[in-house]
């Protein structure tokens, strides 16, 4: 199976994005290691969540909703990226994000007032709060004639994890034109969407491939991400056949979300200086020098290509320090 999805999309980034081997990377560490750019997609600074985005926006469109509501931690990228989408298309966003993490006007704040995102800031540690207050928030809108689509953290639910599973279509397309021998796909896993739509991806366009959810928080993903999976499956006729090793989450959190580890930050600098090539100490630093740990463990044995998908968030390095 290599057609495309056939759900309602929208186009909103700029696809394929590049994959390419690393090469200086790969000869220091002697171990084939390819990058998917998905940092470079075209929106705002780039990132894994205008894949989702493009499925979400795109119901939001058919259910007639002119409003979209979103949250995360006051940096979320994926705030970020929805305000970024909903301007383009002419939709009024509310971003009601967390007060947890860096607060002040830097990063993706300045980008969510950029684009012109309604943002408030709520005291609590719990997404249900948030989404009782959004609920509260449309039906007030609605008084107004006003429709609102709300957005769950990060995007993650089965019809964002759609999107993902493009992304490996992607590299098997790509992988198919050149030397690429792909038995692993690694990336950073927040909110679970992005790491369950390369686990359908695998299934359906690289059978035999392994994902590796590499955990920037401790949310049980072993089983969020296959959940996620299955209902992404079956949004598109097709079923989760899951096999013992096609799927690995690990931890790399250090002392919390969000919060810098010093021991990342020689394998940040490391691809910056060998590849040209930025990494957020929130997500894809930690999944980086996550899977360069594995490697040196010998987790992904002696054989194949290892993928490490680029999931954005440069942002951050405009708000915070490396640890
Ligand atoms: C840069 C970046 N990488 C990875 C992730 C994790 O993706 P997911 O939430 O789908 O697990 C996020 C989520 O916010 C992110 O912003």
Known sequence: MNEQVKLPRLRLGVYPTPF????????????????????????????????????LLADARAQGCDTVFTTGG????????TAACAARLGMKCI????????????????LDDIYGAQV?????????????????????LAKEGR?????PVGGSTPLGAVGYTECV??????AAEGPASIRHLVSATGSGGTTAGLLLGAKLYLPGVKVTGMGVDDDPFEDIVPGLAAGAAELMGQSLDRTPDDFQMVYHV???YAIPNAEDTPSIEELARTEGILLDPVYTGKAWAGMLKLLREGYFGNEGDIVFV????????FAMELG
């Open 120 to 140: 408030r800031f709520m005291d609590t540690d719990s997404y249900d709060d948030i989404y009782n207050e959004m609920r509260r928030m449309g039906e007030e």
């Open 254 to 256: 250090g002392q919390g």
């Open 74 to 81: 006051a940096q979320s990228n994926h705030a970020m990226l």
């Open 169 to 174: 279509r992607e590299i098997a397309g790509q």
């Open 310 to 317: 680029h999931t954005g968030g440069a942002a951050a390095l």
């Open 95 to 110: 971003l009601i994000l967390k007060q947890r993490g860096v607060t002040e006007r830097l990063g993706n704040l300045i």
């Open 20 to 55: 390419y081997k690393l090469e200086n990377i790969s000869a220091k560490y002697g171990r084939n290691i390819w990058i998917k750019r998905d940092d470079l997609c075209g929106v705002a600074l780039g990132g894994n969540k205008v894949r989702k985005l493009e499925y």
């Open 147 to 151: 429709k609102a689509y709300a957005i």
